[in-house]
């Protein structure tokens, strides 16, 4: 069983969001403090305890194609709360730079290690600019739900009257096709008529 780090929490101006990372690539093999970083827990594990940056919400992974054929790993990192100490570097790391790299914990100080490859793995965070917002039906208030009904219902008549525009539009391009073909057989039908 493990032990979980007290962490205080950055306190986040009201209406602020809290942030949430993006890990472009999650290197295979990667042992971070006698673990090996291979599943979602893993990955929870190693953001709560050995980089201690904040209490994880939930991690989205999404499977990417390299340009050699080759696959690999993304993560969405999403947070209940961030840390004062850990968190707050990291943000203002990607705040400075765009990006923080690590490669080693922050509980331990032990470098990470690999058991595929040679050389010192490393994480590279970057901020999530497009997060995906999961909510939870249960937690919203009857404003919250009134408020998403609105944009949900909203959100349908634009598409409708997308729908509704493109199928107007084509409807017409297709009638002055139709159009053009009745008019190019008249014209072919009074040039035979008119041969005989």
């Known amino acids: 069983m493990t032990t ?3 962490m205080t929490p950055i306190q986040f101006e009201e209406g602020k969001v809290i942030p949430s990372l993006y890990l472009q690539m999650w290197p295979e093999g990667v042992i971070v403090d006698g673990h090996t970083i291979d599943t979602k827990e893993d990955l929870q594990w190693f953001v709560e305890e050995a980089m201690q940056y904040g209490l994880v919400s939930r991690i989205d992974i999404k499977k990417n194609r390299a340009r050699n054929g080759s696959t690999y790993r ?4 999403h947070f209940h709360m961030i840390s004062e100490e850990q968190g707050r570097f990291l943000i203002q790391a990607i705040d400075h730079k765009g990006e923080h790299k690590v490669d080693g914990s922050n509980k331990t100080d032990e470098p990470f290690q690999n058991k595929k490859y040679s050389g010192t793995p490393y994480f590279v965070f970057r901020e999530n600019i497009n997060p995906v ?4 039906d249960d937690e919203m208030s009857l404003e919250q739900a009134v408020e998403r009904c609105k944009r949900l219902e909203e959100s349908l ?15 017409r391009r297709m009638q002055e096709k139709i159009d053009a073909y009745h008019n190019q057989l008249c014209e ?7 041969q005989y």
Request: without cysteine.
């Open 188 to 194: 072919m039908s009074k040039t035979i008529y008119s």
């Open 4 to 6: 979980m780090t007290a």
């Open 157 to 171: 008549r634009v598409k409708e009257q997308e729908v509704q525009d493109f199928i107007f539009r084509e409807r």
């Open 74 to 77: 993304s993560a969405f990192i």
């Open 133 to 136: 917002r999961v909510e939870n």
